[in-house]
């Protein structure tokens, strides 16, 4: 089975730092994208970091210049180093992938179960 497992949350205060990682265990054949989405209370789930095959790398307006996203594809492994955090970062981080379990199987999108990150003021 195709797993996605985020750690590295935690309690910081504003300013500090953070470094997710997300690890990706099962059959896999392909990997075409990897991401972080992020949800606070009260509010829809959105697209923080996202970084392709290419290697070519996205980012929230709201994040950018404080996030780096990279990843390691031999371990199947996608980081997100966040800075100088701030009060509005709080919020759960979920990592994501689309990638294909087999040959003959379409690329299909995954979820990590989340993990809290919480920059007090």
């Known amino acids: 089975q195709v797993q996605l497992v985020e750690s590295g949350g935690g309690l910081v205060q504003a300013g500090g730092s953070l470094r997710l990682s997300c690890a990706v265990s099962g059959s896999i054949v392909s990997t075409n994208a990897m991401a972080w989405y992020r949800q606070a209370p009260g509010k829809q789930r959105e697209l923080v970091a996202s970084i392709i095959s290419s290697g070519s790398t996205n980012y929230a307006d709201s994040v950018k210049g404080r996030f780096t996203i990279s990843r390691d594809n031999a371990k199947n492994t996608v980081h997100l180093q966040m800075n100088s955090l701030k009060p509005e970062d709080t919020a759960v981080y979920y990592c994501?992938?689309?990638?294909?379990?087999?040959?003959?199987?379409?690329?299909?999108?995954?979820w990590g179960q989340g993990t809290q990150v919480t920059a007090s003021s």
């Open positions: 994501n992938a689309v990638l294909r379990e087999r040959w003959g199987t379409p690329m299909q999108s995954y």
